[in-house]
């Protein structure tokens, strides 16, 4: 047990003692650190930072130059960061959605990444924040559900966790199920939380269900063909030889030549950019493989192998559907991109989908209507304008007229699969009334239900944009109660989910009457252009400054809607980071010196705001921890003490015949020794 010393005490008076340059020259070891952590190097290039500058004429404390520093200065900034980013924050915050997260590092260990949404309360911004990176127990619910709490109590946050309102993951049932997954145990003491299954993990699955069957006809021929440039150089080198002999013959959209994968786990991406790829540049893969064909250096069995996959890439269905997979994954690609910011906005993730939606069904009519139309889509179009006859780039495509009669037969039915697909995954989210909703509810799965039901509610309740009044008459409470009858019903069943929260004295008429006028001040001081056009959540930013004090009750319901979560992309580029921060060579990072490294690497501003806000106060919380020796100088290097000879060289002893010799004779040696030892000290 360590004792912490008085601050009256004369001792830690003594070593409290710092001069304005020492703590000067503190100032500039901790930016250092910052340095180290925010670029991810590793500690041992501390010190010679320190002597770089020195060399530069800079000062630094002598005792304080060594790796073992620079972790410390680094544990106390990332605290530091954190406490001003983020707990204290929280403390005054009234609600939190919790979004979990598992992935290994470099060491093989389970690490369970954990971040928050809070609605900041100085300017009522909904705020997505990395909170700790924890190492669970067990890979189980019950392994993650104590990792989380453990979590929020070694940060001095135990009753914030009481407050969530959100659970967002993804939908593997260790989360998400409704029997023995995390909800599941949360849910036994906090019945009004909600889970959130990541949209961005919810639209690969979707996409991947729909067209996966289709892909299969073109994902051996872009396999193949990655895996062949993959691990060679030399045919790299040729393949980059022949496009840049190849740029004045044809026309290229971009400068890469590999080509690109089209298996992944972010399905979207790897297919668009593998089918990007053979459109763009199908000409010179093939005009390459069929120079190594004529390479009679060769063995005869690898030609034969390559004469069977240029075969293949000649195929026109093969370009052709490369085309059409571009066209129908675009508004999905928007989509997924939308999904991946880090901004918190629940509406704007919702009018995405619907927009991803509406496409998908007008494309669906035309296509009904006129089957051909499929070669008005623009890749697709652009591609059979380029050909002369049935020749692409050079390459004689076989069985065109077949590829196309395909496509134009089973194009129809991708389309319908694709909004099928989405529907289920989606389909609450998107309901206009209460019908809708009902009919979507018995399509989606039992996961997705709930949570989706419930952002359905909290869309309705933020949506500004829907009050919108034609008539130049103001409208009376009950006639903006009857015309606003969707949103006052959504507001019934969001107070009624998360009542436990609130407060006893808040009820369900009080917070329809405060709703109401704010929609009426709104629609009489502002107008409809305003609430047209204004984003959503910036007005409710505006309103908490206007009418905040006015009423309260309703702005901590809008609190709760506003911290809504929708994906967790910003947790997946946090594992990214992870492998760039915790690598082979460094994989004996503990589970501390891990967060406080990300959490700069992430979460750290830059080095200059660095200076001008957060290096003083982590100074100040390094040196108020425990007392600091900070003028103590640097130890003396004595001169190595001369040693005595080994005692066995001075008895001509061998080692190996001690070892050997037994009984008695052992033992007296062993004595001897240790009886020549002690004299000769």
């Not at 909600?194 to 021929?221: G, I, M, P, T």
């Not at 709930?450 to 359905?456: E, I, Q, T």
């Not at 009858?485 to 009624?496: F, G, N």
């Not at 004779?665 to 240790?674: A, G, P, R, V």
Request: charged share 25%; net charge neutral.
């Amino acid at each position: 047990m360590v004792l912490k010393i008085p601050d009256d005490n004369p001792l830690r008076q003594c070593f409290a003692r710092m001069s304005e340059n020492e703590r000067h020259m503190l100032v500039r070891s901790f930016e250092v650190a910052y340095y180290i952590a925010k670029k991810g190097r590793p500690y041992s290039d501390f010190p010679e930072l320190i002597e770089l500058e020195k060399m530069h004429g800079v000062k630094f404390l002598s005792s304080y130059g060594h790796r073992n520093a620079c972790k410390e200065f680094i544990h106390f900034i990332s605290v530091t960061i954190f406490n001003e980013n983020v707990k204290n924050k929280l403390l005054r915050a009234n609600f939190v959605s919790v979004l979990c997260d598992g992935s290994t590092d470099s060491s093989i260990v389970e690490k369970e990444l954990i971040y928050v949404i809070f609605v900041d309360p100085d300017t009522f911004v909904p705020t997505c924040s990395f909170f700790s990176l924890k190492e669970p127990i067990s890979q189980d619910a019950a392994g993650i559900k104590q990792a989380i709490e453990d979590s929020f109590r070694e940060k001095g946050l135990s009753d914030i966790l009481t407050k969530m309102v959100f659970l967002s993951s993804d939908g593997a049932a260790t989360n998400s199920g409704m029997v023995s997954g995390l909800i599941a145990l949360f849910k036994r003491y906090m019945p009004w939380v909600a889970f959130v299954w990541c949209f961005s993990h919810r639209l690969e699955l979707a996409l991947k269900d729909a067209l996966s069957s289709e892909f299969q006809l073109v994902e051996e021929s872009l396999r193949h063909l990655f895996y062949m440039y993959k691990n060679s150089s030399k045919k790299v080198r040729e393949l980059k030889v022949l496009y840049q002999a190849l740029q004045n013959v044809y026309e290229f959209v971009n400068n890469q030549i590999r080509p690109a994968k089209s298996g992944g786990t972010r399905w979207i991406d790897h297919k668009l950019q593998a089918c990007s790829q053979i459109v763009d540049k199908l000409g010179v893969y093939v005009q390459h493989i069929e120079n190594i064909i004529a390479d009679t250096s060769k063995k005869a069995s690898d030609r034969d192998a390559l004469t069977g996959k240029v075969r293949k890439l000649k195929c026109a269905s093969l370009v052709l559907r490369s085309a059409l997979f571009i066209d129908l994954l675009d508004a999905a690609r928007k989509f997924s991109v939308i999904s991946q910011k880090a901004e918190v906005n629940i509406l704007l993730m919702i009018d995405t989908l619907d927009d991803t939606l509406l496409h998908y069904q007008m494309l669906l009519m035309k296509l009904k209507k006129d089957p051909s139309f499929v070669f008005e889509l623009p890749t697709l179009k652009s591609v059979l304008s380029r050909m002369k006859g049935d020749t692409y780039q050079g390459v004689k495509l076989t069985n065109l007229e077949q590829a196309k009669e395909s496509i134009s037969r089973n194009v129809y039915k991708m389309v319908e699969e694709i909004l099928v697909c989405l529907q289920e995954r989606y389909g609450v989210l998107t309901a206009d009334t209460e019908e809708e909703k009902t009919e979507m509810e018995e399509l989606v799965t039992k996961e997705v239900k709930d949570g989706d039901s419930l952002l359905h509610d909290v869309c309705k309740v933020l949506r500004t944009s829907a009050w919108l009044h034609t008539s130049d008459e103001p409208l009376t409470c009950d006639q903006l109660c009857l015309k606003f009858s969707t949103q006052i019903s959504s507001l019934k069943r969001v107070y009624e989910r998360f009542k436990p929260l609130l407060s006893n004295d808040i009820n369900l008429l009080q917070l329809e009457t405060q709703y109401l006028s704010l929609m009426k001040y709104v629609l009489e001081c502002m107008g409809n252009a305003v609430s047209n056009v204004m984003d959503p959540i910036t007005m409710w930013q505006t309103l908490k400054k206007i009418k905040g004090e006015s009423f309260p009750e309703i702005f901590l319901v809008i609190e709760i809607c506003l911290c809504s979560p929708f994906s967790n992309a910003t947790l997946e580029r946090f594992f990214s980071h992870m492998g760039v921060m915790k690598t082979d060579w460094r994989n004996r990072l503990n589970e501390q010196s891990l967060e406080d490294n990300l959490r700069i690497h992430v979460a750290g501003p830059d080095l200059t705001k660095f200076s001008e806000t957060y290096v003083a106060k982590a100074v100040k919380a390094w040196y108020n921890d425990r007392p600091r020796r900070v003028h103590q100088k640097k130890r003396k290097k004595y001169k190595q003490r001369a040693t005595s000879k080994k005692p066995n060289a001075d008895l001509g002893l061998d080692l190996a015949d001690i070892c050997h010799s037994g009984g008695e004779d052992s033992s007296s040696s062993d004595c001897e020794s240790e009886s020549g030892s002690s004299e000769t000290d």
